[in-house]
């Protein structure tokens, strides 16, 4: 029988969590900011006491020891249960987010408001709603203020558009076309990976598919039925607002994370006038908007298809005027299985690309861009997830002419990786896994595509510890 008494491990746990909070409150202690509360509304401004970088990492050592303490003292049949029972929270939130519930309860303030008001612009059954309203509250995502009255909070506001019900209603289409596009993030994320994730155990254990690494034999090609990859799938006429959806997702969801995180861990200033940033499979172009708005001496091609490039076209011409004429950003619709354009490219930008592709995919991708590229000048910026393993890592491979790339593990007790602080990349990788039969890539998977595409791995940024979607493997040519 096992005798290890968990009070040590426990007593370490709190000692994490006491010694992070008082990080936090020495952090703060002379700023003028507060740390947000859960009752104050979300705004990315009112972030700005946990964006400073030794709060952020004393949060992210509170995350990690507080849900290991809770799979310590919880039963561990109901740990279980819990976790098998996460999907109903993913379909809470998609139900919250499809009544427009954050929009219609802003008005209402901390005093809330009835189920039967909150159900009526969408003629929800309220009896029903007020239960699903009441599991997400249960979970920190509103409030119940009394019974059966609802009132929006911090985690709640995350999914408010700030656009008028009315509004909303009167052109459903255009929900996340605005300046606040999160919940375009989480609607993708519970009406298309939610049922592709469900299909996984059958398509996993198939005997063929489930060793196939063909981006159309996935889980999200059983769940909806289809040959196609997920991108031609979007491309269908009647899934238009599926795909323009899943645009705002990559600009407005990833902003709302972190806003402007691609300045980080690459010198873009060192950049002479006039060099040239291509941004392969670009999407719209926001990750060149962040680095026009910064870095003026930079010029832009935002390569994507077709579909997307038109939304791209709309996306520029209302946020920065002049530069399409300019011929500051050309927006280019572009395979990134074919070769590229003969140009002078000082970098070739992958953001959340390679992720969404098998290693042979991603080859193909990286040897075309190797062929176009300048060894005297390219330089290749792959803006990715990068993933370490849940134990100590010794002994794996050679990072040691790669600079930046040692990660420093978590202590003990803390898992190597942190834990729950780091879940969501993991999350990602079975989304990937689930949508595309690709994958989030550990820096030696990285390292590996590179050698055999004719690129080096130099350098890796891996941001703060506890930050998603800010790591950075650049690459030469060799
Ligand atoms: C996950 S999104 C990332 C978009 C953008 N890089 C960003 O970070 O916001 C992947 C992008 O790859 C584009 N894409 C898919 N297949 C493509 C192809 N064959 N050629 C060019 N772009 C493609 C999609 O349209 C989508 O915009």
């Not at 600009?251 to 691609?262: F, L, R, S």
């Not at 003969?342 to 190797?370: E, G, K, M, Q, Y």
């Not at 890592?393 to 593990?409: M, T, Y």
Request: glycine share 6%.
């Amino acid at each position: 029988m096992d005798t290890i008494d968990a009070l040590l491990e426990l007593k370490a746990l709190a000692a994490i969590i006491n010694d992070s909070i008082s990080t936090i409150e020495k952090s703060l202690k002379d700023s003028s900011l507060i740390y947000p509360s859960l009752r104050a509304p979300f705004t990315p401004d009112s972030e700005a006491a946990r964006s400073i970088p030794e709060v952020q990492t004393a949060g992210g050592h509170i995350i990690s020891a507080a849900a290991q303490m809770i799979a310590i003292v919880r039963p561990p049949p109901l740990t279980m249960i819990a976790h098998a029972q996460q999907f109903n929270l993913s379909t809470a939130i998609r139900i919250a987010l499809i009544t427009h519930t954050a929009e219609i309860l802003r008005g209402a303030g901390i005093q809330g408001m009835h189920v039967q008001d909150i159900a009526k612009p969408t003629k929800t059954d309220p009896t029903k709603f007020a239960r699903v309203l009441r599991l997400l509250a249960t979970n920190h995502i509103f409030v119940e203020v009394s019974p059966d009255v609802f009132a929006n909070n911090r985690l709640s506001s995350v999914l408010d558009t700030g656009k008028s019900i009315d509004e909303i209603i009167a052109s459903p289409d255009k929900k996340h076309d605005g300046p606040t596009a999160f919940g375009a993030l989480l609607e993708h994320l519970t009406h298309e990976v939610l049922p592709a994730s469900s299909a996984l155990p059958d398509v996993l254990l198939d005997p063929q598919d489930g060793h196939s690494n063909a981006p159309n034999k996935t889980a999200f090609n059983k769940a909806f039925n289809t040959d196609l990859t997920l991108f031609e799938w979007f491309n269908l006429p009647e899934n238009a607002r599926r795909m323009a959806r899943f645009n705002r997702a990559m600009e407005g969801g990833a902003n709302a994370m972190a806003p402007d995180t691609i300045i980080e861990g690459f010198d873009w200033g060192k950049l002479p006038d006039g060099s040239l940033v291509i941004d392969v499979g670009g999407g719209i172009g926001n990750q060149c908007a962040s680095l026009a708005e910064h870095f003026p001496q930079l010029s832009f091609v935002v390569q994507d298809q077709v579909h997307v490039i038109h939304e791209g076209v709309k996306f520029w011409k209302s946020k920065f005027p002049g530069h399409i004429e300019s011929g500051k950003v050309i927006l280019e619709a572009h395979d990134f299985f074919a070769p590229q354009p003969a140009r002078n490219v000082s970098v070739f930008l992958l953001r959340l690309v390679l992720h969404d592709w098998p290693d042979s995919h991603c080859l193909t991708i990286l040897r075309a861009l190797r062929a176009a590229a300048d060894p005297e000048l390219t330089k290749l910026v792959v803006f990715d997830n990068i993933l370490s393993y849940a134990c100590p890592e010794s002994g794996l491979g050679d990072l040691k002419d790669v600079r930046g790339a040692e990660r420093a593990p978590a202590s003990a007790p803390l898992l190597p990786n942190f834990g729950h602080a780091n879940t969501i990349a993991y999350s990602y990788d079975l989304s990937m896994m689930s949508l595309f039969n690709s994958q989030e890539r550990t820096v030696l998977q990285f390292q590996a595509l590179m050698e055999q595409s004719g690129w080096k791995l130099v350098e890796v940024f891996y941001g703060d510890p506890f930050a998603v979607g800010q790591s950075k493997a650049i690459a030469i040519p060799v």
